[in-house]
């Protein structure tokens, strides 16, 4: 059963897809290198493409992330197409050489209502590869990542230490030999980063205190990276996505326990 927070600490979760040359990473132990697309003529059409189908859809505002004539970092974005409604931000489009995202910002309701906004950029995706002369992309890589902020609300205040052992459960010794050297051991600031392979994909987790809003924040960042034949379908995609969301749900119902109640849980 899926449950969503009236006072949940997301900052932006987004649903990425990949196709083509910005599906494939590196080989392990070997440093990523930028690949970059001279510009094409044909992706500029597929970018104006997509921008006319979800127009339609009320995404009239665009921005130019990479200006036009100007070589595009294959798998980064090129531009980003944002509600008629100057005052809504998101849910959001974002389109570069061979990668879509959906962008969804607060207030976040749930996946279940931010899943067909999804399907309708996929849906657009497809209509402006038709009109462009293009084949369906062939997808081969999916992302879903989750970026929170636990802020004094849901903390109480507590240093970043006391959050992660009390709350997450993750129990950081430092040994003397490193604390005793600090002038101010209140002053500690650890950094967690975890990647591991999972049966849906590979996993990275990083918790670290930071700032959002112009407030102290435990920063909470969890994505899952799913590599494997998808296929140009709609429904596969669809599918991959909401497979990669559930992992992410699970871990975050599993290491929030203490901090339900504050989050006001719903279902």
Request: one cysteine or more; charged letters at 20%.
């Amino acid at each position: 059963m899926s449950v969503t927070y009236k006072n949940a600490p997301l900052i932006e979760l987004i649903a990425e897809l990949r196709w083509g040359a910005a599906a494939v990473s590196p080989p392990a132990n070997q440093p990523a290198t930028l690949r970059v697309s001279m510009p094409k003529s044909k992706d500029e059409e597929l970018f104006m493409h997509f921008g006319a189908v979800v127009s339609a859809e009320g995404f009239t505002r665009f921005e130019r992330v990479i200006p036009p004539g100007f070589p595009i970092p294959v798998g980064q974005v090129a531009c980003r197409f944002r509600p008629t409604d100057p005052g809504q931000d998101a849910p959001l489009y974002q389109l570069g050489v061979g990668v879509f995202t959906a962008n969804a910002l607060p207030p976040y309701e749930s996946w279940a209502k931010f899943n067909p906004c999804v399907r309708r950029g996929i849906e657009a995706l497809f209509t402006a590869h038709g009109r462009a002369g293009l084949s369906a992309p062939d997808f081969s890589a999916a992302m879903v990542r989750y970026i929170d902020a636990f802020r004094d609300n849901l903390t109480g205040g507590a240093h970043v230490l006391d959050f992660l052992r009390d709350v997450m459960k993750i129990d950081l010794v430092i040994p003397d030999v490193v604390t005793s050297r600090a002038t101010d051991r209140a002053a500690i600031q650890p950094r967690i980063h975890i990647t591991m392979p999972t049966a849906t994909g590979l996993l990275e987790m990083s918790v670290a205190e930071g700032q959002y809003a112009n407030e102290r924040a435990v920063l909470f960042d969890m994505t899952v990276l799913i590599q494997r034949p998808i296929g140009p379908s709609i429904d596969a995609a669809m599918s991959t996505l909401a497979e990669g969301r559930q992992l992410i749900h699970d871990m975050f119902r599993g290491l929030t326990g203490p901090l339900h109640t504050a989050m006001e849980p719903t279902t």
